[in-house]
């Protein structure tokens, strides 16, 4: 069982499946770099370059996403799995938006964060991004060794804790500080949702850890 694959005839799927875990740890590596430059920058022409190139990265990825639940129906590919196989995907496409959604309300809003936030920020990202990116790693195993999907959902559940603690850190901080109530609320609003990529792609992994026991039993 630890070396099963679901792929057996369908090196078509295979490739489009492993496309768009590639978009989840493209996407991640570049919001993190995004959200690093908007710190120091803030709505910088460069940064728009990189929220563009998040959007680039999400719009492939609902592309690749059609493509593959398009195949599963139409050339009934892997039937037994199909079901699992259409709500992976779907929650995977979730954590992907998210980190479109969250680079352009950066752009959109342009929000002032002191530079004191700044190094707890950029944990915050590295964390919630870590969750992305062995979320990926542990769907890609889905297809390939089972065993190994628990390594990686545990890699999942330890950074999404960690995230966890930065965020309520940050949020502490924020509202024991002097600024304005307006700026206290947007600031809070902005860890919340960069917390969400994590919260997402935990929700994802436990989906998938449930896929992994229907196929042990």
């Known amino acids: 069982m630890a070396h099963f694959s679901l792929f057996a005839h369908t090196k078509d799927l295979e490739h489009k499946i492993d496309d768009l875990m590639n978009k ?9 770099k995004a959200v ?24 492939d990825a609902d592309v690749l996403r059609r493509d593959i ?42 929000p ?10 950029k944990e915050l990202v590295s964390q919630v ?6 979320l990926a790693m542990g769907a890609r195993a889905f297809f390939r060794d089972f065993s190994a999907v628990r390594d990686y959902s545990e890699k999942v559940y330890f950074y999404e804790k960690q995230s966890d603690k930065t965020t309520a850190k940050l949020k502490q901080i924020i509202f024991e500080s002097d600024l ?3 700026h206290k609320l947007q600031l ?3 860890l919340s949702e960069v917390a969400d990529i994590a919260d997402l792609a935990e929700d994802c992994v436990d989906k998938l850890l449930i896929y992994v026991i229907k196929r042990d039993i």
Request: some cysteine.
């Open 69 to 110: 639940e398009n195949s599963l129906y139409e050339h009934n590919l892997i039937p037994a799995f199909r079901g699992d196989v259409l709500e992976l995907v779907e929650s995977l496409d979730k954590v992907l938006n998210e980190f479109d959604e969250v680079a352009h309300q950066f752009y959109l809003e342009n």
């Open 24 to 32: 989840i740890i493209d996407i991640s590596m570049v919001f993190k």
């Open 129 to 134: 991004c870590a969750c992305a990116e062995n």
């Open 36 to 59: 690093r430059l908007f710190l120091k920058e803030k709505r910088s022409n460069d940064y728009r370059k990189l929220s563009k190139e998040i959007k680039i990265i999400e719009h």
């Open 188 to 190: 809070r609003s902005f």
């Open 180 to 182: 304005e109530l307006a």
């Open 112 to 121: 002032d964060i002191p530079s004191v936030y700044h190094e707890d920020m």
